[in-house]
């Protein structure tokens, strides 16, 4: 088996994720190839030592973090190829947004677009059933693979294509998941594939994926629209939405509704120009557009849909060029630099939510979002009803508190049937939540088939289920 990389200096790098959870290891394995990816997980079963993987870390839930044990980095699992009209085959370590590239420049698409894509690994985005803006249209990663090269907890590799029959003596949970946008608890599977996506790392190692490809637009049109208050906004989204799903590709068909709330306004009005006063929050929505003659009457749909739906349709920032896309870049970013400068500034990390709920909660919610007790910033997946607020703690009882609001959000969340996780799933940091999602014998039937696969709950430990003390 390969040595484990054990100097600190080197080990620091991979102690941590976007959550700034911290954990410790005793080593560190690079594997190059799937044989030695499976010889180490032989080895820890064997052994019985906790292994982690880790991809590029941007997990915002603490998943790929380990406390104790060797740690595995896919980043040398990274070829790209082959390319063909209908799949693309890659390392589960290569950057998501740089398989996309090279899959775009063939004149081809793979849709998942989480808005980490260009950091994150495929690997990962797969093991999350990471979504993104685009989730709206083509929803998350999961209807997007086609096969998958996974090394299960015993060291077996498996190569699982869609449709292959889940072994009879697997106990697969059965549950219902939520009718909402999710990427909470094992989803009830429908084939074998499925049990490895969404699994954050604790029912296999992806080593390789094949996935499926579609058309390339021709081009995509950027909106940002405008609105003098909220219920404008989301009576627009419903339009939006009933449109979409009359005809996916009509002249009115989104791929992407995103909202903005006053507060990321006030940011960017900070930053840039071009946010008029009336503005009480915005919609930034992308029109797909098939062919270069079809783009006069997407145009003519918008236009005609933002005038009578009430909009501030003067104001609308419509990007079909270069110069109004490098704008709507500027206006969108000038929130995240926005956001990040507080959080510096503060010297306290912000507590982001991630839960989603059906379409007819979606103002209980945000009413709630209203409620929250400290400084706060609103945007996000509004299309899905799956909206992140930002809370912007600035001392530790500050961030005591916003703990306490986001655990009352979450049950408000699961009351009104939604998820405790729309896409960035539950890793170590929202295992209780989880519990109260699904009950304790949802629970215990997740306990069932990780131990059936993994005896000695070596894979991903504290991530998704308790690990048993026992
Ligand atoms: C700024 C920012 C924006 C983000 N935006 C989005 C978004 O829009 N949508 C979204 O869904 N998420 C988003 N995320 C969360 C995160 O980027 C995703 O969950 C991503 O899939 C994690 O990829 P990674 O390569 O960093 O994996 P890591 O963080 O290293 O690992 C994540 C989990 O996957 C497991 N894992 C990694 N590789 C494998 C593998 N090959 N086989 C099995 N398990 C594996 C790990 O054990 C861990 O449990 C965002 C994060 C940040 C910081």
Redesign the pocket.
Known sequence: MIQPISDPSILEGYLT??SNLRGHADGLLRPRTTEEVAEIVRHCQRLAIPL?????????TG??VPFGGLLLS?EL?HEIGPITHDTATAG??VILGQLQDAIEATGRFFPP????RY???L??????N????RTFKYG?TRPWIDALEVVLPTGEILYVRKGDPIPSDWPIPTWSEPDVKT?AGYAPPQDLLDVFIG????L????RAVVRLTALPHDVIGLLAFFPDRATAIAMVSTLRDASRAAPDGGLSPRCIEYFDHQCLALARKRIEGVPDAAACALFCEQEVATADAQDGHLSAWWEALEAGGALASDTVIATDDTSRKQLHALRHAIPAGINEEVVRNGMPKLGTDLSVPDSALTTMMEAYDKAPIRHVLFGHIGNNHLHLNLLPKTPDELATAKAFYDDLSRLAISLGGSVSG???I?KAKVKQLGWMVGDATLAAFADLKRALDPHWIL?RG?MIATPTA
């Not at 677009?113 to 980490?116: I, K, L, Q, R, Y």
């Not at 690997?123 to 999350?128: E, M, S, T, V, Y």
């Open positions: 994720d976007a982690t993987i880790t991809a590029a870390r941007t997990s915002t998943s790929p896919t699992l589960a370590g677009d989480p808005t980490s950091d994150c690994t690997g990962a985005a797969i093991a999350c990471a979504s993104g803006a998350p990427a699994q954050e790392g604790t296999g190692v992806v080593t896409e960035h799933g890793g991903g991530t």
